[in-house]
């Protein structure tokens, strides 16, 4: 079951901490298919994130429906921690932005982000966070 935003927006505080995010402003646009696509154009996109370096303010998309519009298996847990990682490693992106070809820079980089989320979530896997899944809130769950 895909949590609930509430209970994202309470594992993204917790692993703000650890990733030493604090001075980031994180939201969560938690969002069904159609309005990903709609955001997005992108039918198989099933997360996203929007980053303002000197602002450090960065906004996470997630579909809680992914699991209906992707095949990419639904680990909503990978799927964090992966945008985490990409607002971990802003900086990089500020600092290269107008040096490198993007594809030359993008790819990698992608390839960077999987790797440091599957490491991470086998470190720190999501029965870190049974108090915060298990705590029953009054929102509308998805199916
Ligand atoms: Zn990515």
């Given at each position: ?39 997005t ?40 921690v ?18 490198v ?43």
């Amino acid at each position: 079951m895909f949590p609930s935003k509430t209970q994202i927006e309470a594992i993204i505080v917790e692993l703000q901490k650890i990733m030493r995010l604090q001075d980031w402003d994180i939201k969560l646009s938690y969002l069904s298919a159609v309005e990903m696509y709609r955001d997005t154009g992108d039918i198989s996109t099933i997360a996203d994130c929007l980053r303002s370096r000197p602002h450090h303010l960065a906004t996470i998309k997630m579909c809680y429906e992914a699991d209906k519009t992707s095949n990419v298996v639904g680990n909503w847990y990978l799927t964090l921690v992966h945008e985490m990682f990409h607002i971990l490693i802003d900086e990089f992106d500020y600092a290269t932005e107008f040096k490198v070809d993007h594809d030359d820079y993008s790819l990698p980089k992608e390839r960077l982000v999987c790797n440091l989320a599957r490491m991470f979530v086998k470190l720190y896997p999501e029965k870190n966070f049974d108090s915060i899944l298990n705590n029953q809130d009054n929102e509308c769950k998805t199916e």
